[in-house]
């Protein structure tokens, strides 16, 4: 059964950073799609970033992009989303989540059976 365990959320102002950390359990990520989806306070999940374990295959969301970078790390088995810029419109909770899959990424936040807890992040100054 996989886990995951997200770490790094906090408090930071605009145009700061953070590093936030998927670190997975109970399988290897070569066989999943991981991504990571902000919930901000009364709206649903929302696609960030996507990296795939398969092909390293990566997606970001236009109003991510150029700003944020997701990577893996295999020795480590975790995944790890770096936000530059942060804006007050990236405050929320980012989860991080997994699918089991050869390629491709699910169409949206349902297709995802894997979740971890998630970690609160507040940009404000």
């Known amino acids: 059964q996989l886990q995951l365990v997200e770490s790094g959320g906090g408090l930071v102002q605009p145009g700061g950073s953070l590093r936030l950390s998927c670190a997975a359990s109970?399988?290897?990520?070569?066989?999943?799609?991981i991504g990571w989806f902000l919930q901000a306070p009364g709206k649903g999940r929302e696609e960030v970033s996507l990296i795939h374990g398969t092909d390293g295959s990566t997606y970001y969301a236009d109003s991510v992009k150029g700003r944020f970078t997701i990577s893996r790390d295999n020795a480590k088995n975790t995944v790890t989303l770096q936000m530059n810029s942060l804006k007050p419109e990236d405050t929320g909770v980012y989860y991080c989540a997994a699918h089991g899959s050869y390629s491709g990424f699910p169409a949206d936040a349902a297709g995802y059976e894997y979740w971890g807890q998630g970690t609160q992040v507040t940009v404000s100054s």
């Open positions: 109970g399988s290897t990520l070569d066989y999943y799609a």
